[in-house]
């Protein structure tokens, strides 16, 4: 049973617009939610995240917005740039001794200049 | 910076070969964990490990172990190397919950394995 579902599996966007990827989650232990960005031939890193107590966080171009009550949360990058092209991953923690994360299968963002 | 280092960066091994892919983070890190990342299925867990010779299963440890012998390396052994086993395999660590409140993990840059 999957517990995290994101959508689209891939996106691609004109330089300039907005890109938008939505995750979906079940359980609702999870009290962290990151999303991660992963350039070819790295792995994955930090973008940007947010707890449940909090609809939504902006940092720069990029915005998580949280719907506890749909347990759903997405990722808005504005003014996507053709170096925002790369594979996002949404994921969702557990408050445990590790901290274990549940990831989404991953979006592929293409930004075309 | 934190430094998450694998030990290869591509491997290729023979079906029924006995395996080794190290780990080592340079931040004092108490959480560690391995991951397959194969295309269309995201990032699924392997193994954890909370502590030094601490270890847990995660969603898919079938025909993996773990070894974690010191607090800054964490190994992924595949015992008897199978095809379905070729996958990016990327090693992760956190620091504790509890001490920092911080959930962030950090990646190292993964190892391909082939297995032939």
């Known amino acids: 049973q999957q517990q995290v579902k994101q959508s689209p599996q891939s996106l691609i966007v004109q330089k300039g617009g907005i890109s938008i990827i939505n995750c979906a989650y079940e359980?609702?232990?999870?009290?962290?939610f990151p999303w991660y960005q992963q350039f070819p031939g790295k792995g994955p890193a930090l973008l940007i995240a947010?707890?449940?107590?909090?609809s939504e966080k902006k940092e720069g171009r990029f915005t998580i917005s949280f719907n506890k009550s749909a347990k759903q949360f997405s990722l808005h990058i504005m003014d996507s740039q053709p170096g925002d092209s790369a594979t996002y991953f949404c994921?969702?923690?557990?408050?445990?001794?590790?901290?274990?994360?549940?990831f989404g299968d991953g979006t592929t963002l293409t930004v075309k200049p | 910076d934190v430094k998450v280092t694998q030990s290869s960066r591509y491997l290729v091994k023979r079906t029924g070969e006995k395996v080794f892919l190290e780990c080592v983070q340079d931040?004092?890190?108490?959480?560690m964990f391995w991951y397959r990342q194969d295309p269309g299925l995201g990032l699924r867990l392997i193994y954890f490990?909370?502590?030094?010779?601490?270890?847990e299963k995660g969603d898919i440890p079938e025909g993996y172990s773990v070894s974690r012998e010191k607090k800054e390396r964490f190994s992924l052994i595949l015992e008897s190397a199978s095809t379905n086993q070729t996958s990016m395999y990327l090693c992760?660590?956190?620091?504790?919950?509890?001490?920092?409140?911080?959930?962030?993990?950090?990646f190292g840059p993964g190892t391909r394995l082939t297995v032939t």
């Open positions: 359980n609702t232990a999870f009290d962290y």
């Open positions: 490990s909370y502590d030094v010779k601490m270890k």
């Open positions: 992760a660590s956190s620091p504790a919950i509890r001490a920092s409140g911080n959930y962030e993990q950090y």
């Open positions: 947010i707890r449940p107590d909090v």
């Open positions: 994921a969702a923690s557990i408050n445990t001794n590790a901290g274990k994360s549940t």
């Open positions: 931040m004092d890190h108490e959480n």
